[in-house]
DNA sequence: ATCATTTTTCAGATAGTTCTGAAAAGTGGG
DNA sequence: CCCACTTTTCAGAACTATCTGAAAAATGAT
């Protein structure tokens, strides 16, 4: 899966790789796509696709398509060097702003949707005035309360600068 | 996929089941998995294996292995009935505490194994002094930092109950 | 305009995951 | 300690997601 690595941190980075990639996974994030992520986020350096390719071990199809696929998530961004005509690729490295990032991609993709059938659901079973019909109307309204509340709180702190987000979660903690 | 519903409600949560299913499906988790969850959770009595094989349209292993599944993730449990053989499920219908089961149980099997990779990392590169190890080193400290004190607000938020946690996030939101 | 280089596309191949169904194991009442 | 009923297991089948690689399209320097 990766070629071999020569220096000592470039071995911990292999194991980087790999967890990202299993991490990815585990989240329905497609693995290559969260290796060429991880490896990216380490590089000291942008990297090109036949670097990728090289260092992944994957055809140029997959690189390019997970290239892609990062760029449309905003995670990361291309470089374009003077007199190369090759596309650089370099990831943010701010953990925070590429948390929020992620954030406000999957709640586009996948909660404004999940929340739309909710509240459809919700709206269609109004008139449900006892029994599991009602019961089942309340439930919905109340996942779509949840919900709406959940992407309030999400957008909040997505807004904060790092800093301010931490003092808010240092007062948590007590 | 699913048999036929008759009344509305239930038509209703059909749309529920397939969109709990699909959502899951984007967040690792099983399909078939998210769809018991959600035939469940808007259940007005306990089901046992056959009704859910016969709405589902799945097999008795299938379903077999799910329902475990979900009982070892502690989002379902199972019902003995007096004088009945067979095991009813059902689930949590509380959406809080359904929530806090799920980001413990994903913290526990994920979370904590790649905060593990992550300290390694860091620890085999510590004596990198300059240059790309030493930035490396650094970029993994700070995931670490990251993810540990992610840990403690999820655990603080989770140790609350609902309405602490609503009081909370209302203060936040101004 | 030409052309070497780079990127994109996508049909078919592969790998990984989930499901089926039937046999085996387990279980509690009598 | 049977036996009818229920649950579990798991090899092979089916399905889904991902990947390959080569051809086509795009690009920019000259």
Redesign the interface.
Known sequence: MLVASS???E???D??VA?WG??G????INRTMAQIHALL??A?EPMYTDEIMEKLQISRGNANTNLRELVGWGLIQIIHRKGERKEYFQAE?D??KMVITIAKERKR??IVP?LE??K??AE??QS?SK???R???E??K??QE?VE?GI??AD??SSMKHASA?H??MK??G
């Open positions: 220096t000592e941190w071995v911990a980075r194991d980087f967890q299993a991490l996974s585990h989240w329905g986020m380490t000291p490295k953990i925070w993709r996948e999940a059938v909710l459809s659901c269609r079973t449900e029994g599991p019909g019961e089942f109307h439930q919905m109340e996942l949840f509340f309030k709180v909040t702190i931490l808010w979660a948590l903690l």
